[in-house]
Every structure is written in structure tokens, then in C-alpha cells.
């Protein structure tokens, strides 16, 4: 298996795959998903969706979190007042 690593993984880099970027964290019913260019992707785990997925600028992992509890108290709000 390590000789497969040594082989392997320099080529895969040089063909543009890291795997850094395969990073996918579940958070509240959501999924946050690390874009290469530093962005997250955030889509809900299944149906119903209580918010349609959105990307984020750059930012840190704190930083998603609080976004998305921005924009679920926004729609608890929003929800309430209906």
C-alpha cells in the first residue's frame, strides 16, 4: 500500500487532484462541502429542503456554521411570521 502512495500520489497531484478538497461535513440535517478555490457548498442532507443550497465566499468552517444558522433563524423568522 505504501509503494502504491509513493507511485500514485505525485501523478495525482499533478493532474490536479487533492485530497484536501474532498471534505464533506454534515451539520444540522446540511452538508458543507470544501470547494477547491476555498468556498463551501452547502445543500441539505434530504428532502424536504428547508433551505435551497447556496455557496459561500472564502471562509473558514466557523464561519459556514454561522452562515447557516444566519439564514435558518432568517427563515424560522420568516416561517413564524406567515
Known sequence: MNILKV???PWL???G???DYNVAIRY??????RQPNQTWLVRPERSPMLLLPFRTNKCTLSEVKK???RKLSEK??????A
Open 17 to 19: 487532484f487533492n485530497h
Open 76 to 81: 424560522l423568522i420568516l416561517s413564524e411570521a
Open 67 to 69: 452562515i447557516l444558522e
Open 28 to 33: 444540522r440535517g446540511f452538508l458543507l462541502l
Open 13 to 15: 497531484y499533478q493532474m
Open 7 to 9: 507511485v500514485l500520489l
